[in-house]
């Protein structure tokens, strides 16, 4: 996992989706068509009624909502105009990112005005609705999300990521600074970096996006526990109190702030950590009470990530990744109450039922995980997830098997009209909802842009724009609306709690708190403090449930202690405040999801593998102090006795009757370095050998020593006979040693093939099985042979032992035969290739530019291995069009590819849409750097050159065909 550090400077924006068609001029032929020319108008024969524009005071009477339930208009417009997204600050005011310039016309002109906003709404009389609307920052162009952190607002504006400060406390931005001056592009919007989502283990989140952001703050001129944690309360100089005086205590508890004498707000900038991860769904992105990650597509409701994905990008040659993107929507169904023809391609047959309603999904966004304390126990977990084109928001109630794996079951209520309807469901064909959200008053939010125009401008087809041109949809815009779902049977909604000023110990009460959304609340401001005073309840917390060193009893509304300990353990790691004992004490945790997060913080308080040290220096900022990064280096011959008895404790979990901690006992196994933990893993892969997930776990925290396991569990009596599970195992670490490439650790490993004979002969089998995979990586790619000067001595024992009467013989002939097409040797075979001339000094730092410009952008569609990920994108291994000239390479990058492409015999009806703003420089970079990786020997690409084929394009702007390429030499 590649982590680089920035301190105020530019990333390039990422190139997150899908091939798509982007034609360039909608006059000439519209642009979401994509040749479709048959597009019949089925509208006309529905019967539709006018959808003309419902005040706001009417809305309500266009709902209907699930049983038990009732909806509650709480912002509309001039509160609010074209909202998107919201989230919360600790006083439980509402902040709003606002698109004013989203799709102003059927043509999308107008797009570039800068009237997008920031506003924050405030319930003044405490009824529930928003009375006050403030501006926090305004002439933004289609801003995308807006997040709470330490000291200020983090505000997604393609291309730049801002942090926003108010210095006086007015909740209108003073300072403005660009942590990233390339989050993102200005594109199709489902289709471009959003979310900013704060997880459990202090990242943030994107959809659309293969980047995740630690946030670090700068200086602020307080010391630790100063209370101004959030950038709505009002600051002086330096970054105090106003209200404090200089050396003054808190009589809450905690020590406050002394003044600085330094002038101006904050004398360092904060940073961001940016590191690579996996790309994840379009539009919006959520989380539950674990830390599970959810987020879709357009025609997918609901995918998850079950575990975390990064950990799989630890092992760059096992390419699994088991619970990652799993789809838990038990179906695509949509079940709306009213005609839904104004859908991109409802001309298509699938698209609409014969009344009209839209049959499936087609443009799902936004989901929600309820978190809140107001809706009954058993939804709490639950999803909750937007479908706008069929002016529905659906309910997935959440279940979780024994093995950890999501599913999601689609409740769907009766009506005496439609058959069957959605949790809301809505006959105003301008209720738009595009996020849901749970407030820190226990209720689900719904964001609803409220608007006619739905799609975005790319992709829109000749069906839609007569449809909305005909049908008036297009006027009137610069609407918006915000509701929360209540339930009926239980207490009223509660009052948000303003912890701004809460005091350290009434923050760490908070932490169990029913509502997810305090709980994180609380958890955020306690890290931004990192107040000593709180340390010893926060271990009282992760390891009884009651922060009674404070002499009070937890929070009301208290959720079951059990979340509390997690979001202790994670406060502490991210304090820097773990200690071996504390973690040792959860580890025996009653709770399977204590005694996993405990597992996870062994990477803070016990030795490291120089690969995972290195990863954990890297993170910076908040995510270790200086005591925990020593503690973590130390030679694992000098444990102290907490130490050790942490150990101990930690692999004896080996034999943990839960699945899921086991599971996550294997991936943090891969990281430590202490006595013991081989052999543990080991244990692991012996009696989970047919697990696939944590199989999957262990291996992917092997990475340069899968030879060295295979080779100690060969050597161990209980793997003599293959059980269920074990050829799985071998096949999949020898598959790892032939995706190295090193010569000499495959003539070992062809050394110990040699040895299997007899009731072992399975083992060899499997090691060739593995060989040949890592060889032949698929998607049409021929392999390339693994050269030697002589051949390796284990080949003429395999040879003899294919040539001989065991039983054994045939599937070893069978698979030594393949291996002319993996292995060659001496004079007579094809010689490797020679090496290409080294790099100059220039070219070198151009290629170092562009493997992180490579791996931040192209990497998430071409993979990093650049095998290209099915549906997405071909393979660059070898690829003619990567490796041909680069007055055609240039002219794809510069204006886009349109398919059919045929790459290594398999063709490609996919198309690339151009990389607009990238500098030659950076163009330049990237090229050189994929013309040079997996042993490609391209020459390297200089930014004059493609400075000069820019010019020779032109002002074409339309994609390149593959016949126009080849014209081109």
């Known amino acids: 996992m590649r982590i680089q550090t920035h301190i105020v400077v530019a990333l390039l924006w990422l190139l997150t989706f899908a091939w798509t068609v982007v ?25 539709l009624p006018p959808s003309p524009v419902v005040p ?12 038990g339930f009732r909806l509650e208009l709480v912002a509309a417009e001039p509160l609010v105009v074209d909202p998107v997204q919201i989230t919360w600050d600790a006083d439980g005011r509402m902040w709003a990112v606002e698109m004013r310039g989203y799709m102003p016309n059927v043509d999308g002109t107008g797009e570039d005005v800068r009237n997008g906003r920031i506003v924050v709404l405030e319930d003044v009389d405490g009824d529930g609705k928003m009375d006050k609307s403030t501006v926090f920052l305004d002439k933004l162009q289609m801003p995308r999300a807006v997040a709470i952190v330490d000291g200020g607002v983090l505000v997604a504006e393609p291309p730049n990521l801002w942090f926003c400060v108010d210095r006086d406390g007015d909740l209108k931005c003073d300072d403005k600074t660009a942590l990233l001056t390339n989050y993102a592009r200005q594109g199709p919007v489902e289709h471009t970096d959003n979310g900013l989502l704060l997880n459990l283990d202090g990242w943030i989140y994107n959809a659309k996006s293969s980047r995740r952001f630690r946030f670090n703050p700068g200086s602020t001129g307080r010391k630790p526990g100063a209370t101004h944690d959030d950038p709505t309360r009002p600051v002086a100089k330096g970054g105090a109190r106003p209200d404090a005086k200089a050396g003054a205590s808190d009589a809450k508890g905690g020590a406050q702030a002394t003044v600085d004498e330094a002038r101006g707000f904050r004398p360092v900038l904060p940073t961001l950590t940016v590191d690579s991860t996996r790309g994840r769904g379009q539009w919006g992105i959520a989380r539950d009470d674990y830390g599970r990650l959810y987020y879709n597509s357009n025609s997918s409701y609901l995918s998850a990530d079950v575990v975390s994905a990064d950990l799989f990008e630890r092992n760059p040659n096992h390419g699994a990744s088991w619970g990652v993107g799993r789809g838990v929507a038990s179906n695509q169904d949509v079940w709306s109450i009213r005609p839904n023809p104004g859908i991109n391609r409802g001309y298509q047959g699938h698209m609409l039922r014969e009344d009209g309603r839209q049959r499936r999904t087609t443009a799902t966004c936004g989901p929600g995980i309820y978190r809140g304390g107001q ?27 024994d093995n950890g794996e999501l599913r999601g079951e689609h409740t769907v209520y009766d009506d005496p009209k439609w058959e069957k309807r959605e949790f809301i469901a809505c006959t105003d064909e301008r209720f738009r909802p595009v996020n849901c959200v749970t407030g820190p008053d226990g209720c689900l939010y719904i964001v609803d842009m409220y608007r006619g125009i739905l799609q975005h401008k790319v992709y829109v087809t000749t069906f839609l724009r007569k449809q909305i041109l005909e049908r008036g949809l297009d006027k009137p815009v610069g609407l918006g609306r915000i509701y929360r779902v209540v339930h009926e049977g239980s207490p009223k909604p509660a009052k948000p709690l303003k912890l701004s000023n809460a005091t350290s110990a009434e923050l760490v009460k908070q932490l169990s708190h029913a509502n997810g959304q305090v709980r994180d609340t609380a958890q955020r401001l ?45 406060t502490l790691r991210d304090t820097g405040a773990l200690d071996p004992i504390t973690v040792e004490m959860a580890l025996r945790d009653t709770h399977p999801r204590v005694r996993m997060a405990a597992i996870q913080m062994c990477d803070r308080v016990l030795p490291l593998t120089p690969i995972a040290q290195e990863r954990l220096e890297a993170e910076g900022g908040l995510a270790a102090s200086t005591a925990t990064l020593a503690v973590a280096a130390g030679r694992p011959d000098k444990l102290d006795d907490d130490q050790k008895a ?6 004896a979990m080996t034999a943990d009757k839960d699945i899921n901690v086991v599971r996550q006992l294997a991936f943090t196994l891969g990281d430590l370095r202490a006595p013991g933990v081989g052999g543990a893993t080991r244990t692991l892969l012996l009696q989970h050998a047919n697990d696939s997930s944590v199989r999957d776990a262990v291996i992917s925290g092997l990475f340069g020593r899968e030879l060295e396991t295979l080779q100690r569990l060969l050597a161990d009596e209980a793997w003599q006979d293959n059980a269920s599970g074990r050829d799985r195992v071998v096949r999949a670490l020898a598959e790892c040693v032939g995706k190295e490439r090193n010569p000499q650790r495959v003539a070992r490993m062809l050394d110990l093939v040699a040895e299997q004979t007899g009731k072992q002969s399975w083992r060899g089998v499997n090691m060739l099985d593995g060989l040949l995979a890592a060889a032949n990586p698929g998607r049409g790619r021929k392999p390339k042979p693994i050269h030697y000067d002589d051949q390796p001595l284990a080949m003429l024992k395999l040879y003899d032992l294919a040539k001989s009467k065991s039983s054994d013989a045939k599937p070893i002939a069978d698979r030594v035969a393949k291996l002319k097409d993996v292995l060659s040797w001496g004079a007579l075979a094809a010689p490797p290739p020679p090496p290409p001339p080294p790099l100059s000094a220039a070219h070198q730092k151009l290629f170092d530019e562009g493997k992180a410009l490579y791996a931040n952008t192209c990497a998430s569609c071409h993979l990093p291995s650049g095998l290209g990920e099915e549906g997405k994108a071909p393979p660059l291994l070898d690829s003619p069009y990567l490796l041909g000239p680069p007055s055609r390479l240039v002219r794809i990058v510069a204006q886009g590819l349109t398919g059919p492409v045929v790459v290594h015999g398999r063709t490609y009806n996919l198309d690339m849409p151009p990389l607009k703003g990238f500098t030659d420089a950076q163009i330049a970079a990237i090229l050189t750097y994929a013309r040079r990786e997996w042993d490609h020997a391209g020459s390297p690409i200089d930014p004059e050159t493609v400075s000069r084929i820019r010019k020779e394009i032109g002002n074409r702007e339309t994609a390149w065909t593959v016949k126009e390429l080849m014209l081109i030499k």
């Open 56 to 67: 706001p005071d009417k809305a309500l009477s266009t709902f209907k909502v699930a049983p």
């Open 23 to 47: 034609p360039a001029n909608p006059a000439l032929a519209q642009r979401g068509d994509r040749g479709q020319k048959n597009q019949p108008e089925v509208w006309h024969k529905f019967n």
């Open 646 to 651: 942490l150990l101990n404790t930690l692999l």
């Open 526 to 570: 306690l890290i931004a403090r990192r107040d000593v005073t709180s340390f010893k309840p926060l271990a009282g917390l992760a390891t009884s449930g009651a922060p009674d060193e404070f002499g009070d009893a937890p929070a009301t509304d208290a959720a079951d202690t059990h979340l509390a300990r997690i979001h202790a353990l994670w």
């Open 375 to 401: 809706f009954p126990a058993e939804y709490v977990g639950d999803a909750f997830v937007p479908e706008p084109a069929g002016n529905v928001v659906a309910h997935f109630r959440m279940k979780v098997n």
